[in-house]
């Protein structure tokens, strides 16, 4: 048996054995949790050597780890460098997001047209679960959000479009959640996904456009910057004649 498909057992603080565990999960729970309670910055480096001499073991489940932090955009994989903690600058935020208005503007569009009872119900019941008091914490937070706007994508019924959307979202996600935990200066938002709701059921006069930058707004000052809707909101009204 190779060291990657090795199993270790799990014991409880009160004693009490639970299900085995894979290597690579171990590895990949312990270094998720360093990342998310920041004890590994956005922006550190996750040398794969290191690594494997700390947990002593070799660098294979190392890597199948580091792969799936990446695959979770906990992590990100620069060429020739290796990987580090997730971290993207003020412009790299504002880029994904001027490309996620367009694309989730078309999601909302298609998910409304495709709108059923049991879609209506869904992306319901994931906006009032977001809506109840809870203490989450900022991981957790990320993922009730992305939850909810998977599931808008995945209504759309366009797989390119929601895969689009989930490689561009993940990344973005992960970076705001982390940066919360390293600032502790904001909590992350929930109580705003209602009108997103109202929109894609078609009970909202707010187009899906300014629905989504309205949203995106609430955690990234100008997200429609590299977008054309912001240059028309900057462009001078033209007379008709």
Excluded at 49 to 66: D, M
Excluded at 195 to 202: A, I, M, P, Q
């Amino acid at each position: 048996m190779n060291e990657g498909s090795a199993f270790i057992a799990t014991v409880t603080n009160d004693g009490r054995r639970v299900a085995p565990t894979t290597l690579k999960v171990h590895v990949y729970n312990t270094l998720r949790t360093a990342i998310v309670s920041g004890r590994y910055k956005p922006g550190s480096r996750l040398n794969e050597s290191q690594l494997a001499r700390e947990f002593n073991i070799s660098r294979i489940p190392i890597r199948e780890a580091l792969s799936q932090l990446q695959e979770h955009g906990l992590v990100m994989n620069h060429e020739r460098r290796g990987m580090f903690v997730t971290v993207l600058s003020s412009e790299d935020v504002q880029r994904i997001n001027s490309v996620r208005i367009v694309l989730e503007a078309e999601a909302m569009k298609l998910a409304r047209a495709n709108m059923t009872r049991q879609i209506a119900a869904r992306l319901t019941k994931l906006v009032e679960q977001m809506e109840s008091p809870d203490d989450r914490g900022e991981m957790d937070s990320a993922a009730h959000d992305l939850d909810f706007h998977r599931a808008i994508w995945e209504a759309a019924n366009n797989p390119y479009l929601s895969k689009t959307l989930d490689s561009l979202s993940t990344v973005l996600f992960a970076h705001t959640a982390l940066e919360h935990v390293v600032t502790k200066n904001a909590r992350w938002r929930l109580n705003h996904h209602r009108e997103l709701l109202n929109v894609t059921l078609g009970t909202s006069k707010k187009t899906p456009e300014q629905a989504i930058i309205d949203h995106l707004s609430a955690q990234c000052e100008s997200p429609a910057r590299f977008s054309s809707y912001a240059d028309r909101a900057r462009a001078p009204a033209t007379k008709r004649g």
